[in-house]
């Protein structure tokens, strides 16, 4: 009996470790293929001399592709369009939580239909209108365009975190002589910081990871990372470690503070359909 | 002084106030007892401008509080989620309303004070942890702390002892109103627990389905009952409601005819009545009307022993001296005696609303 | 009066960065109604003829059926593959706790990087995938260049990138689930089978289906991976609707047309929600029953 469960426990361990060798080959291959000499590229596979010239070649902009650029592109409209979002969503939320009125709940299923409408729909217009107002290939433009992925991430996710938060602790707040304003700084606010964070991390993702956006809206000025490094690829020898190395410096952000917010990650990806 | 005419408040379609109509005098200690779900704590909320009512006024020291925000109504509250501050430790929650833009006193001041309010409700000890750390007990006094450590036009306290140990609630309840604060504040205090309502209000409220059903002192809501969920919201054991008809000497009749009682109340024959006796009003051998009956069970308690007794079909507590019911066996015959002033008749209970009591001619 | 108005200020700044993102919308809802593109600036109404022509056309019918191929097989295979590593890692044995820590990371790597990432590994002559294949006697399989092998490598790209979504939102479900219906089953001997079929699969299931919800819809309007991997081909094999809709749009500069495109795609992922979402009603109140 005992010697039959162990077995089966080593067999499930085996068939978890099969999974996460799928899971992380692409990545552990990418790392590899980033370290070697373009002159190695076609001829081995796992034997070579590693190399930090891919890397020096990507951030040293000499392929007439300006990374960095585009790195601190997706970091500028990346931030700007969580700030923006924070700053619209986070009293919306708030009274959504806290009071049942009409506007709400219709403000807060469109901003849910925004999350499963396909991007294209309201980007080929935006693409025309954007060309009109000079806000196409900018920051502005860009940072706009991505409240359709931050801001309903945003409002939802924070408006479940308000609504698990009872209400009576700001009213203890009112009678204790705070306004309302008070009472949502100093006692609502710091009670969600937790959430504040983690989803603000996770909208940022979001954001970085977007790809249909820039690929339409920006040309050089504003594009970022995601666009930019599918550009390594194109031309007539594709350098597949100056690509790998590109993919892997655009996808640090993300990794790094993927593994810093996971524990409130069920809440996020699930727009708090399914409560942690 | 609290008035509250007529308020309304729904939520979606329950309602929660049905028309509620109550005044505390100024300086009163008024307690609203009522079962979960009657109200009490929508009573409190709406004279703390929390909750709006959809109709009604609410008034306080004579004015209408219509529009008036709760940080301007100088009401302190006491919620019984205890709405503590978790990210605070107790003596900032202490602090709170005196750190207000309202309420600000000197540092110094509110130190003071917040010490003398913890002294006395015994969290000295406690003031520096955070309010994660404390035991229910411990919050619930934090909390009603925060609510005497600054002057009020009023208290509402919404059960502020549920959640203390048996012993310590007891030894609140002596003390609470002896607390300087709580002797000179109007005081709306809301329980469910009937003792605590006869041991603390000056006058007591009775609040069912959102309406007050009687407002009085204790000896008026333990003499003269509303109807007979009031003469069984209070007193343990419950009294005894013995169902019958009017005779036609006047007298009550119990439903199997076995019991017998005068009355000193006229009604018309063959009403279909109750007839209430506490059971301290019951005694064995003593003066008065005469019943017999047989030992169902006895329970002592304490100095005291509760003996459930069989008359016909019907059967009664009584709570008599240990001296009285030394030796009673169950099945042991037993005369009883009830002293005619102390019954209470009701109308029988009908399906829609519990009987009303009639009024004697006494 | 006054406290009746309040929440309507806090959302105001919602409601109007909302109706910024409505009105493209609403514009190209309008656009579709015209014959406006690259070539035509100056566009005459048309009516519904835009959509008529979409419905007309064989080549949305083949990119209307690429779609839901995808999005079916992606998420079916994404659903058991999330669900069973999430059953393995809820064991937490060592590997698994240490395996569950970085569980997330392909999710949280850009589709389209995750494509570019593949797109490397399977190149047909110089890719990592034949070469280690190449033992096995499987060398120099042509995997995105013949259509069947592109929808699968695409479809393999998503389930890379999405089985952890679903697994993620599995495991948090079956940590939440109320032990007492499993002691009871252990206590009456059930067999891990019948605790499995009977007890855990249907107290699951409201969880898996939200998560079986999100990567259905958001593989119906797939475009990341497939514009970085296959770019729609080998001819028109992998063209899904939105690809569609970009190419027409974008290449070829027919805007009302491409709109017209993702209208109707909208339509559809819109019904697939409703259908889906009453689905999921029923499905949790039946699991409130079992978990009784």
């Given at each position: 009996m005992t010697l039959q469960k162990r077995l089966l426990g080593w067999l499930a361990d085996a068939a978890l470790i099969l999974y996460f060798v799928f899971a992380l080959f692409p990545i552990a291959w990418m790392v590899i293929l980033s370290l070697k000499p373009t002159n190695q590229l076609f001829s081995t596979y796992f034997s070579f001399s590693p190399t930090f010239d891919g890397y020096r070649t990507v951030l040293g902009d000499s392929?007439?592709?300006?990374?960095?650029?585009?790195?601190?592109?997706?970091l500028v409209v990346s931030v700007g369009a969580v700030v923006l979002s924070l700053v619209v969503g986070l009293p919306a939320a708030y009274a959504s939580a806290r009071w049942r009125f009409k506007g709400s709940e219709n403000l807060m299923f469109t901003l849910l239909s925004f999350r499963f409408a396909p991007e294209l729909t309201v980007i080929i217009p935006l693409f025309v209108l954007y060309q009109k107002l000079g806000l196409f290939d900018t920051y502005v433009g860009m940072i706009w365009v991505l409240q359709l992925v931050t801001l309903p991430l945003i409002v939802w996710i924070m408006r479940s975190y308000f609504a698990d938060l009872t209400?009576?602790?700001?009213?203890?707040?009112?009678?204790?002589?705070?306004?309302?304003?008070?009472?949502?700084?100093?006692?609502?606010?710091?009670?969600?910081?937790?959430?504040?964070?983690?989803?603000?991390?996770?909208?940022?993702?979001?954001?970085?990871?977007?790809?249909?956006?820039?690929?339409?809206?920006?040309?050089?000025e504003a594009q970022t990372v995601t666009v930019g490094a599918l550009s390594f690829l194109g031309g007539d020898r594709p350098k597949y470690n100056l690509t790998a190395a590109a993919a892997l410096v655009s996808v640090v952000p993300p990794l790094l503070l993927a593994l810093t917010i996971q524990r409130y990650l069920v809440r996020g990806l699930s727009f708090g359909a399914v409560k942690s | 002084m609290i008035r509250l005419e007529g308020v309304h408040k729904t939520y979606g379609k329950t309602t929660a106030l049905d028309g509620l109509d109550l005044e505390v005098q100024e300086g009163e200690f008024f307690c609203l007892l009522g079962p979960s779900g009657a109200g009490k704590t929508t009573t409190l909320k709406t004279v703390a401008g929390l909750e709006q009512p959809d109709s009604g006024t609410v008034e306080l020291d004579g004015k209408d509080m219509a529009g008036v925000e709760p940080y301007d109504r100088g009401v302190a509250m006491c919620f019984e989620s205890y709405a503590l501050y978790p990210h605070r430790s107790a003596y900032d929650n202490l602090a709170s309303p005196l750190r207000s833009p309202r309420h600000r006193l000197p540092a110094a001041e509110a130190r003071e004070r917040i010490g003398a309010i913890a002294e006395l409700l015994g969290i000295s000890g406690l003031l520096d942890r955070p309010v994660g750390q404390l035991s229910n007990g411990q919050r619930q006094r934090v909390a009603l702390g925060r609510v005497l450590v600054r002057p009020?036009?009023?208290?509402?306290?919404?059960?502020?002892?549920?959640?203390?140990?048996?012993?310590?609630?007891?030894?609140?309840?002596?003390?609470?109103?002896?607390?300087?604060?709580?002797?000179?504040?109007?005081?709306?205090?809301?329980?469910?627990?009937?003792?605590?309502?006869?041991?603390?209000?000056?006058?007591?409220?009775?609040?069912?389905?959102?309406?007050?059903?009687q407002t009085g002192t204790r000896e008026e809501i333990w003499h003269r009952p509303f109807d007979t969920e009031v003469a069984r919201a209070f007193g343990r054991p419950r009294i005894n409601l013995l169902p019958g008809v009017i005779a036609s000497d006047g007298g009550f009749r119990s439903a199997d005819g076995?019991?017998?009682?005068?009355?000193?109340?006229?009604?018309?024959?063959?009403?279909?009545?109750?007839?209430?006796?506490r059971p301290r009003d019951i005694t064995i051998n003593g003066p008065g009307h005469e019943l017999t009956g047989t030992v169902y069970v006895t329970e002592v308690l304490g100095r005291s022993v509760e003996v459930t007794v069989r008359l016909g079909e019907q059967q009664v507590s009584l709570v008599a001296p240990r001296a009285d019911t030394a030796g009673l066996r169950p099945d042991d015959p037993v005369r009883l005696t009830v002293r005619p002033e102390n019954l209470l008749l009701f109308e029988a209970d009908r399906p829609e609303r519990p009987g009303r009591r009639i009024e004697s001619t006494r | 009066m006054r406290l009746a108005l309040r929440p309507y200020f806090l959302i105001i700044p919602a409601l109007l960065l909302t109706c910024g993102i409505l009105y493209p919308f609403g514009l190209g809802l309008y656009y579709t109604l015209f014959d406006f593109s690259a070539s035509k600036p100056q566009p005459d109404m048309v009516r519904f003829e835009n959509y008529e022509t979409v419905f007309t056309q064989e080549a949305f019918w083949n990119s209307a059926w690429v779609t839901v191929l995808y999005a079916v097989g992606a998420a079916a295979v994404e659903t058991v593959l999330g669900v069973a590593v999430a059953l393995l890692l809820h064991r937490s044995s060592i590997v698994g706790r240490v395996l569950e820590k970085i569980l997330i990371l392909p999710l949280m790597i850009a589709p389209v990087i995750a494509a570019i990432m593949w797109k490397?590994?399977?190149?047909?002559?110089?890719?990592?995938?034949?070469?280690?294949?190449?033992?096995?006697?499987?060398?120099?399989?042509?995997?995105?260049?013949?259509?069947?092998?592109a929808l699968l490598s695409s479809i393999a790209v998503d389930v890379w990138v999405y089985?952890?979504?679903?697994?993620?939102?599995?495991?948090?479900?079956?940590?939440?689930?109320?032990?007492?219906?499993?002691?009871?089953?252990?206590?009456?001997?059930?067999?891990?089978?019948?605790?499995?079929?009977?007890?855990?699969?249907p107290m699951l299931w409201p969880?898996?289906?939200?998560?079986?919800?999100?990567?259905?819809?958001?593989?119906?309007?797939?475009?990341?991976?497939?514009?970085?991997?296959?770019?729609?081909?080998?001819?028109?094999?992998?063209?899904?609707?939105?690809?569609?809709?970009?190419?027409?749009?974008?290449?070829?500069?027919?805007?009302?047309?491409g709109i017209s495109y993702t209208i109707v795609l909208w339509a559809v992922v819109?019904?697939?929600?409703?259908?889906?979402?009453?689905?999921?009603?029923?499905?949790?109140?039946?699991?409130a029953e079992v978990s009784k």
């Amino acid at each position: 009996m005992t010697l039959q469960k162990r077995l089966l426990g080593w067999l499930a361990d085996a068939a978890l470790i099969l999974y996460f060798v799928f899971a992380l080959f692409p990545i552990a291959w990418m790392v590899i293929l980033s370290l070697k000499p373009t002159n190695q590229l076609f001829s081995t596979y796992f034997s070579f001399s590693p190399t930090f010239d891919g890397y020096r070649t990507v951030l040293g902009d000499s392929e007439g592709i300006p990374f960095v650029r585009f790195f601190v592109n997706s970091l500028v409209v990346s931030v700007g369009a969580v700030v923006l979002s924070l700053v619209v969503g986070l009293p919306a939320a708030y009274a959504s939580a806290r009071w049942r009125f009409k506007g709400s709940e219709n403000l807060m299923f469109t901003l849910l239909s925004f999350r499963f409408a396909p991007e294209l729909t309201v980007i080929i217009p935006l693409f025309v209108l954007y060309q009109k107002l000079g806000l196409f290939d900018t920051y502005v433009g860009m940072i706009w365009v991505l409240q359709l992925v931050t801001l309903p991430l945003i409002v939802w996710i924070m408006r479940s975190y308000f609504a698990d938060l009872t209400p009576e602790l700001e009213q203890a707040a009112l009678l204790d002589g705070y306004s309302r304003k008070q009472a949502f700084f100093k006692v609502a606010l710091p009670l969600v910081k937790p959430g504040v964070a983690a989803v603000s991390l996770l909208a940022f993702i979001f954001a970085w990871n977007n790809f249909v956006f820039p690929l339409i809206l920006t040309s050089n000025e504003a594009q970022t990372v995601t666009v930019g490094a599918l550009s390594f690829l194109g031309g007539d020898r594709p350098k597949y470690n100056l690509t790998a190395a590109a993919a892997l410096v655009s996808v640090v952000p993300p990794l790094l503070l993927a593994l810093t917010i996971q524990r409130y990650l069920v809440r996020g990806l699930s727009f708090g359909a399914v409560k942690s | 002084m609290i008035r509250l005419e007529g308020v309304h408040k729904t939520y979606g379609k329950t309602t929660a106030l049905d028309g509620l109509d109550l005044e505390v005098q100024e300086g009163e200690f008024f307690c609203l007892l009522g079962p979960s779900g009657a109200g009490k704590t929508t009573t409190l909320k709406t004279v703390a401008g929390l909750e709006q009512p959809d109709s009604g006024t609410v008034e306080l020291d004579g004015k209408d509080m219509a529009g008036v925000e709760p940080y301007d109504r100088g009401v302190a509250m006491c919620f019984e989620s205890y709405a503590l501050y978790p990210h605070r430790s107790a003596y900032d929650n202490l602090a709170s309303p005196l750190r207000s833009p309202r309420h600000r006193l000197p540092a110094a001041e509110a130190r003071e004070r917040i010490g003398a309010i913890a002294e006395l409700l015994g969290i000295s000890g406690l003031l520096d942890r955070p309010v994660g750390q404390l035991s229910n007990g411990q919050r619930q006094r934090v909390a009603l702390g925060r609510v005497l450590v600054r002057p009020a036009r009023a208290f509402l306290l919404d059960e502020p002892l549920s959640h203390l140990d048996a012993k310590l609630r007891q030894q609140m309840r002596a003390e609470l109103k002896a607390i300087g604060a709580v002797r000179r504040t109007t005081t709306l205090y809301v329980t469910h627990d009937s003792l605590e309502a006869l041991a603390l209000g000056d006058r007591i409220g009775v609040i069912r389905d959102g309406r007050i059903v009687q407002t009085g002192t204790r000896e008026e809501i333990w003499h003269r009952p509303f109807d007979t969920e009031v003469a069984r919201a209070f007193g343990r054991p419950r009294i005894n409601l013995l169902p019958g008809v009017i005779a036609s000497d006047g007298g009550f009749r119990s439903a199997d005819g076995k019991v017998e009682l005068p009355l000193g109340v006229p009604v018309r024959e063959n009403t279909d009545v109750l007839v209430g006796v506490r059971p301290r009003d019951i005694t064995i051998n003593g003066p008065g009307h005469e019943l017999t009956g047989t030992v169902y069970v006895t329970e002592v308690l304490g100095r005291s022993v509760e003996v459930t007794v069989r008359l016909g079909e019907q059967q009664v507590s009584l709570v008599a001296p240990r001296a009285d019911t030394a030796g009673l066996r169950p099945d042991d015959p037993v005369r009883l005696t009830v002293r005619p002033e102390n019954l209470l008749l009701f109308e029988a209970d009908r399906p829609e609303r519990p009987g009303r009591r009639i009024e004697s001619t006494r | 009066m006054r406290l009746a108005l309040r929440p309507y200020f806090l959302i105001i700044p919602a409601l109007l960065l909302t109706c910024g993102i409505l009105y493209p919308f609403g514009l190209g809802l309008y656009y579709t109604l015209f014959d406006f593109s690259a070539s035509k600036p100056q566009p005459d109404m048309v009516r519904f003829e835009n959509y008529e022509t979409v419905f007309t056309q064989e080549a949305f019918w083949n990119s209307a059926w690429v779609t839901v191929l995808y999005a079916v097989g992606a998420a079916a295979v994404e659903t058991v593959l999330g669900v069973a590593v999430a059953l393995l890692l809820h064991r937490s044995s060592i590997v698994g706790r240490v395996l569950e820590k970085i569980l997330i990371l392909p999710l949280m790597i850009a589709p389209v990087i995750a494509a570019i990432m593949w797109k490397l590994m399977l190149q047909p002559s110089v890719g990592v995938i034949n070469y280690l294949l190449k033992p096995f006697g499987l060398g120099g399989v042509q995997w995105t260049d013949t259509p069947t092998g592109a929808l699968l490598s695409s479809i393999a790209v998503d389930v890379w990138v999405y089985t952890p979504f679903v697994a993620i939102l599995a495991l948090a479900g079956l940590r939440s689930l109320p032990t007492s219906p499993f002691e009871a089953a252990a206590v009456d001997g059930a067999g891990w089978w019948y605790t499995f079929r009977r007890l855990t699969l249907p107290m699951l299931w409201p969880y898996v289906l939200v998560a079986v919800i999100f990567r259905f819809m958001d593989s119906l309007k797939v475009f990341d991976i497939i514009y970085a991997l296959t770019e729609g081909g080998p001819g028109d094999s992998t063209v899904v609707l939105q690809i569609r809709a970009y190419l027409e749009a974008i290449r070829f500069q027919r805007y009302s047309f491409g709109i017209s495109y993702t209208i109707v795609l909208w339509a559809v992922v819109y019904l697939a929600a409703m259908v889906l979402v009453r689905h999921l009603g029923k499905i949790q109140r039946k699991a409130a029953e079992v978990s009784k």
